[in-house]
């Protein structure tokens, strides 16, 4: 395949990446590098991935339609993997506009690429469990009703489910979207829980937790999630459209994440507990029926050795 890997700087993208090229196949990377989070560790991923003969990169804008068919048009792109977004829930609240320029105008313009393309096969791209809206209940199954979202960030990905499928219905583009349910590991965001509490908890300072006890989320590792991507590209669904969970299928509670926090620091954290932020959702709980029936999805990653291996990294790249 020659793939076009939209955020090959994010998190995700990296580990897509790696597993992609591993896997022999060529990838071309596209990512604006924006300052959402730290740019040294996305360069830092992208110097690892540069060592490898079959990628390449270009610093680009999806939301800018001129400068990304400038930079991938007749490259024989076969399959695209669309990682790019501004993603967050609570940055949602501070800068809502990046959500829509970059999760809608940005994935209009990968179906726009797509649609005038004569080799584009596939578009596999990333949703999100925050679709599901805020629920007590679970599983969560692809074919639940999914009208509520809670914050921007899960509208913006609704609203890319939507253009998937519009474009599917016109132009016939296969194409499957994957609802990643809380995806965590080494080389992971500094803007998520298990990052901000091992930092602090490192440095010896104080974490807030908003409503640890209640909160509970479906921690997913991220080498589960990239392990099924290439087979996934690999099959463009039968139906045109195709939307799967990823997630873990066990969730936790966030207590039960700074536990293993703790336990991988070997440091108890000074805790300042506080009620629920606005966006935020109670619950994550994929049921990965589907996934695991169509590719053979079986995340084994329990939360303790998954926080461990990242902890492990965090404390090799402070070192270097
Ligand atoms: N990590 C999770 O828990 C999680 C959960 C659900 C969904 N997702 C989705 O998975 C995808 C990857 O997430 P991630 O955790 O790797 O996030 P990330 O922020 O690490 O990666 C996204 C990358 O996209 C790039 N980007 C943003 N806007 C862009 C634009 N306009 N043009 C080009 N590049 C742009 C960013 O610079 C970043 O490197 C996103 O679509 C996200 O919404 C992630």
Redesign the pocket.
Known sequence: MIILL??A?????FHAAKRLLSEGHQVIG?????D?YDVKL?QARLAELKKHKSFEFHK????NHEALDAAVKDRGITHILH?????GVRYSLENPRAYV??NVM?HLNILEFARHSETVEHIAY?S??SVYGDREDGPFCETDKVRSPASLYAAT?LGGEMLAESYQRLYNIPQTGLR?F??YGPWG?PDMAYFIFTDKILKGEPITLFAPDEMRRDFTYVDDIVEVLPKILASPPTSGHAIYNLGNSKPNTLMQLVDAVEAACGQEADKIILGKQKGDVSNTFADVTAAERDFGFSPNTDLGDGVKRFVEWYRAQSRA
């Open positions: 939209t955020g700087a994010g998190f995700i993208g596209l990512d604006n590098l924006n959402y996305k680009v804008d999806i939301s990682l790019a977004a501004q993603a320029q970059a940005g990333a999100s469990s990905k990643f809380t995806v965001r």
